[in-house]
């Protein structure tokens, strides 16, 4: 932070770049990440936190709410909001996938402002391995959810998500004789 003396309130957090937040109609904001849920009653100055373990959100049926890549967002309903998370295992049953790129994204639903949650409904599309971003969950003026994601692409036959094969080429160039990688991500050679 480049100038913290000018913050009204500084909020350290262990939970790395996966946080969402919004805001319910009585003015409590809900900060979601991972699996842990947080609120705020005071426009954000303080905030509850979650302690243990089993403190983190599960439905209705005990199963873990939320994942990586997490995104809220206000619902129809006074205290009603979705979330979703990308997650392991969440493509379609029976899609062929291998173990490590078997990515997708699930979606719950909460209609009292998080203290509950139905089990997830399945986002992704069978054979698509999706990723995204997290907090860019839109809800539109007619209603409509929106949740930008991408799909990965590229040759199944090797585990692409693992550490990268060092004879796979790299997208760079060579600068002044030392080799500059230009993709943060390396490409797949079959294209």
């Given amino acids: 932070m480049t100038l913290p003396e000018l913050a009204i309130s500084i909020q350290s957090r262990p939970f ?11 003015g409590r904001i809900l900060h979601a990440s991972y699996r842990a849920l947080e609120w705020s009653d005071d426009v954000g100055m303080t ?45 379609a049953e029976g899609t062929w996938a291998m173990p490590t ?5 699930k979606f719950w639903r909460s209609n009292d402002g998080g203290k509950t949650w139905q089990p997830p409904v399945i986002m992704t599309p069978p054979g698509m391995v999706t ?18 994601v991408f799909v990965i692409l590229g040759d199944k036959s090797k585990k692409r998500m693992g550490p990268r094969d060092e004879h796979q080429p ?12 230009s993709a943060g991500h390396f ?3 079959s294209y």
Wanted: charged share 20%; with cysteine; hydrophobic share 40%.
């Fill in 47 to 91: 905030w509850s936190r979650a302690q243990h373990e089993d403190e983190l959100m599960v439905d209705i049926n005990g199963d873990p709410v939320g994942g990586a890549e997490t995104s809220i967002v206000k619902l129809s309903g006074k205290n009603a909001v979705g979330l979703c998370a990308r997650i392991p295992g969440a493509m």
């Fill in 170 to 181: 790299m997208s760079g160039h060579l600068v002044k004789n030392q080799w500059m990688s």
């Fill in 131 to 148: 990723a995204g971003l997290q907090d860019t969950f839109l809800r539109t003026s007619s209603g409509r959810i929106v949740l930008p």
């Fill in 187 to 189: 490409f797949d050679p």
């Fill in 101 to 105: 790129r078997n990515l997708g994204f």
């Fill in 16 to 26: 790395g770049h996966t946080s969402t937040f919004v805001e319910l109609e009585n």
